[in-house]
C-alpha cells in the first residue's frame, strides 16, 4: 500500500494529474489556485513534459485544446474569474469533441470579488458555461484525498467520453492540508483519432479536429448524438455519498467543504437526540437527481457557498421524484464559510416549521 503524505490540494491535484498521465499543462497565476501552476512549473519539466505560463486564461485553454488534440493528456486550472475567460474555450473543447481537464478552485464573486473560498460558480460548471449545446463532467471533492482521486478520476472519464471535465472544488479545498495517499503513474491511453495518432492510421491520413460545421442538418445531428452520449453518462457515472439519510428527521444536502460542515452539525445534532442525514453529490454533473429523490420525503436542507444555486438541482430532484417536501436554504456568500453551529440552528429551525 502506498504511504500517506501530508500535502495541500492544490499540490495532491497537481501530483495526481502528473500521475494520471498529463503530458502537458498551461495555466495562469489567479489566487487561490495559484500552487497549482508552481508545482507544476517544478515537477512536469522534471519529468520531461511540458509547462507553458501563458500570457493569458483564454490563450491557456486554446493551448490545452491544441495539446490534446496533437494526442496528450492536457489540463488548465484557475479560479472564478480565470474561469469564466475560459469559457469559449471549453465550447470548443466540447464541440469539437476534445477531451481535456479543467480545475477550478472557487472564490468569492461576482466580479474580482476577493480570495476567499466560494462555491458560486456551480451555475456555470453544470450548465455548460460556455456558449451552444454541451455539457462537462464536474466532480467535486470534499477532502485533499478526494482532489487527488479525482483529479486522477477525470483524465481517465475524458478521454473515454472525449469531452471536458471540471474538477469543482472551493479555496478550502485547494488550501486545506491533510493527509493523502497518492495514485500509482500510468501510461495514457493512445490516441488514434488525435493529428498526433496520424502515424498509427494506414496511408498515415491527416485528421481535421473542429467545432464549424456550417450545415445545420449535421451540426443538429453531432449535437444530438452528443446528447445520446450524455444519456449514457447519466447512467453510469453518477457519484454520491449518503449518510444516515434513511431514516433521518431531516436531510442535509451540501457538497465539497460544506458537506464536511454538514459532519459537525450531525454531530452536534445526535447530542441532542436529533437524526440528520447527509447527501453529497460527488458528481454535480451528471446530478444523482433518482438518489436524492429517494430520501426527499424528509424535509431537506440545501447548504452551499452561494446565494442558491445547488437548491435548484434538489427541487428538481423532489420534483422528478413526485415528491413535495419542504426545501430550506442555508447559503453564504462572498467568501464566508457557514460554521457547523449555524447548520446545526439552521437544521433545528427547520423542524420547527415542519412540526
Same mark, same amino acid.
Given at each position: /500500500?502506498?504511504?500517506?503524505?501530508?500535502?495541500?490540494?492544490?499540490?495532491?491535484?497537481?501530483?495526481?494529474?502528473?500521475?494520471?498521465?498529463?503530458?502537458?499543462?498551461?495555466?495562469?497565476?489567479?489566487?487561490?489556485?495559484?500552487?497549482?501552476? +508552481?508545482?507544476?512549473?517544478?515537477? /512536469?519539466?522534471?519529468?520531461?513534459?511540458?509547462?507553458?505560463?501563458?500570457?493569458?486564461?483564454? +490563450?491557456?485553454?486554446?493551448?490545452?485544446?491544441?495539446? =490534446?488534440?496533437?494526442?496528450?493528456?492536457?489540463?488548465?486550472? =484557475?479560479?472564478?474569474?480565470?474561469?469564466?475567460?475560459?469559457?469559449?474555450?471549453?465550447?470548443? &473543447?466540447?464541440? &469539437?469533441?476534445?477531451?481535456?481537464?479543467?480545475?477550478?478552485? !472557487?472564490?468569492?464573486?461576482?466580479?474580482?470579488?476577493?480570495?476567499?473560498?466560494?462555491?458560486?460558480?456551480?451555475? !456555470? =460548471?453544470?450548465?455548460?458555461?460556455?456558449?451552444?449545446?454541451?455539457?462537462?463532467?464536474?466532480?467535486?471533492?470534499?477532502?485533499?484525498?478526494?482532489?487527488?482521486?479525482?483529479?486522477?478520476?477525470?483524465?481517465?472519464?475524458?478521454?473515454?467520453?472525449?469531452?471536458?471535465?471540471?474538477?469543482?472544488?472551493?479555496?478550502?479545498?485547494?488550501?486545506?492540508?491533510?493527509?493523502?495517499?497518492?495514485?500509482?503513474?500510468?501510461?495514457?491511453?493512445?490516441?488514434?483519432?488525435?493529428?498526433?495518432?496520424? &502515424?498509427?492510421?494506414?496511408?498515415?491520413?491527416?485528421?481535421?479536429?473542429?467545432?464549424?460545421?456550417?450545415?445545420?442538418?449535421? #451540426?443538429?445531428? !453531432?449535437?444530438?448524438?452528443?446528447?445520446?452520449?450524455?444519456?449514457?453518462?447519466?447512467?453510469?457515472?453518477?457519484?454520491?455519498?449518503?449518510?444516515?439519510?434513511?431514516? &433521518?428527521?431531516?436531510?442535509?444536502?451540501?457538497?465539497?467543504?460544506?458537506?464536511?460542515?454538514?459532519?459537525?452539525?450531525?454531530?452536534? +445534532?445526535?447530542?441532542?437526540?436529533?437524526?440528520?442525514?447527509?447527501?453529497?453529490?460527488?458528481?454535480?454533473?451528471?446530478?444523482?437527481?433518482?438518489?436524492?429523490?429517494?430520501?426527499?420525503?424528509?424535509?431537506?436542507?440545501?447548504?452551499?457557498?452561494?446565494?442558491?444555486?445547488?437548491?435548484?438541482?434538489?427541487? #428538481?430532484?423532489?420534483?422528478?421524484?413526485?415528491?413535495?417536501?419542504?426545501?430550506?436554504?442555508?447559503?453564504?456568500?462572498?467568501?464566508?464559510?457557514?460554521?457547523?453551529?449555524?447548520?446545526? +440552528?439552521?437544521?433545528? !429551525?427547520?423542524?420547527?416549521?415542519?412540526?
Amino acid at each position: /500500500m502506498s504511504e500517506k503524505v501530508l500535502m495541500k490540494g492544490n499540490d495532491a491535484i497537481s501530483e495526481a494529474a502528473i500521475r494520471a498521465g498529463c503530458g502537458a499543462y498551461f495555466g495562469y497565476p489567479i489566487t487561490p489556485q495559484n500552487e497549482i501552476p +508552481a508545482y507544476m512549473a517544478k515537477h /512536469m519539466l522534471e519529468r520531461g513534459r511540458i509547462f507553458i505560463q501563458a500570457e493569458s486564461e483564454i +490563450a491557456a485553454i486554446i493551448m490545452v485544446y491544441g495539446a =490534446s488534440c496533437a494526442g496528450m493528456r492536457a489540463m488548465t486550472s =484557475s479560479s472564478s474569474p480565470g474561469i469564466s475567460l475560459k469559457q469559449e474555450g471549453m465550447s470548443y &473543447a466540447a464541440g &469539437a469533441d476534445v477531451p481535456l481537464v479543467l480545475v477550478n478552485v !472557487q472564490r468569492g464573486g461576482p466580479g474580482l470579488g476577493n480570495i476567499a473560498p466560494a462555491q458560486s460558480d456551480y451555475f !456555470q =460548471s453544470t450548465r455548460g458555461g460556455g456558449h451552444g449545446d454541451y455539457r462537462c463532467i464536474v466532480l467535486a471533492p470534499k477532502s485533499v484525498q478526494e482532489a487527488a482521486d479525482l483529479t486522477y478520476l477525470a483524465f481517465d472519464l475524458a478521454d473515454k467520453y472525449r469531452m471536458p471535465v471540471i474538477i469543482h472544488a472551493d479555496g478550502m479545498i485547494g488550501q486545506m492540508i491533510e493527509g493523502c495517499v497518492l495514485p500509482p503513474e500510468k501510461e495514457p491511453p493512445k490516441r488514434d483519432w488525435t493529428a498526433g495518432g496520424c &502515424a498509427q492510421r494506414p496511408g498515415k491520413k491527416a485528421v481535421h479536429i473542429t467545432s464549424i460545421d456550417l450545415v445545420p442538418e449535421s #451540426l443538429e445531428a !453531432q449535437t444530438k448524438a452528443r446528447f445520446i452520449m450524455y444519456e449514457t453518462i447519466k447512467n453510469q457515472e453518477i457519484r454520491f455519498e449518503e449518510s444516515n439519510c434513511k431514516d &433521518a428527521d431531516l436531510v442535509m444536502v451540501a457538497y465539497g467543504t460544506c458537506a464536511r460542515v454538514c459532519l459537525g452539525a450531525q454531530m452536534l +445534532a445526535k447530542k441532542e437526540g436529533i437524526n440528520l442525514g447527509i447527501f453529497r453529490p460527488v458528481t454535480l454533473w451528471p446530478f444523482p437527481y433518482e438518489q436524492l429523490g429517494s430520501f426527499s420525503n424528509q424535509p431537506v436542507l440545501t447548504v452551499e457557498m452561494s446565494e442558491g444555486q445547488l437548491i435548484e438541482d434538489v427541487r #428538481l430532484s423532489a420534483y422528478y421524484a413526485g415528491k413535495n417536501p419542504e426545501i430550506h436554504l442555508l447559503g453564504r456568500s462572498g467568501g464566508m464559510i457557514p460554521t457547523e453551529e449555524e447548520v446545526f +440552528a439552521a437544521c433545528k !429551525q427547520a423542524l420547527v416549521k415542519v412540526r
